[in-house]
């Protein structure tokens, strides 16, 4: 140990803890999603099932459905965290786009006639528990764009330090 390595330790050293940081970043972004997920489960199935009224629950969106599937991206996510699996992460950013963006793209687009009555005219005709339905699912809306827009951020920046890693390990 004459300190000859020291520039490459550091470097090592430091795309660990970089990767490390941004794990539990994108972690906790999933999770995040998997509670707004899961508030959309429990809204669909109170809506299905019909136990609560229509006026409390609201009407239900055709875009439920298919927002249903962007716990694809998540789950592909965490599965690529155990072992630092590059295809797994960059399977998880591609089907991103048409599992959670365009759907919630394709919601607030659909949303949008319902949001223009309610600003433009002042009326709401769907409400959740008392608050404007359009106003609470933009508002959900919003927070998913967010918490997918973060995750797509950091799973690109966790690319660098796996990359990097990865060849590092071919060239011995």
């Known amino acids: 140990m004459d300190g000859h390595n020291f520039q490459h330790r550091k470097c090592v050293a430091m795309h660990y803890q970089m990767s490390v940081t941004l794990k539990d970043e994108i972690k906790k972004l999933i999770y995040m999603h998997l509670v707004i997920w899961l508030l959309l489960v429990a809204k669909m199935s109170v809506g299905h099932l019909r136990l609560l009224s229509h006026d409390q629950v609201g009407h239900a969106l055709s875009v439920g459905v298919p927002c249903l599937l962007s716990i694809v991206p998540s789950l592909l996510g965490l599965l690529s965290f155990p072992r630092n699996n590059i ?21 607030s687009m659909e949303m949008f006639p319902a949001v223009q009555q309610l600003y433009c005219h002042g009326k709401a005709y769907h409400f ?3 608050f404007s339905a359009v ?9 998913a764009v967010e918490v997918h827009a973060y995750q797509l951020c950091y799973s690109k920046k966790l690319l660098d330090p796996w990359f990097i890693s990865t060849q590092e390990k071919e060239h011995k």
């Not at 295809?87 to 919601?107: K, R, T």
């Open 135 to 143: 106003s609470l699912m933009y508002l959900a809306l919003e927070l």
């Open 87 to 107: 295809s797994y992460l960059v399977l998880s950013m591609i089907s991103m786009g048409p599992f959670s963006i365009a759907p919630l793209i394709y919601g």
């Open 128 to 130: 959740l528990f008392g």
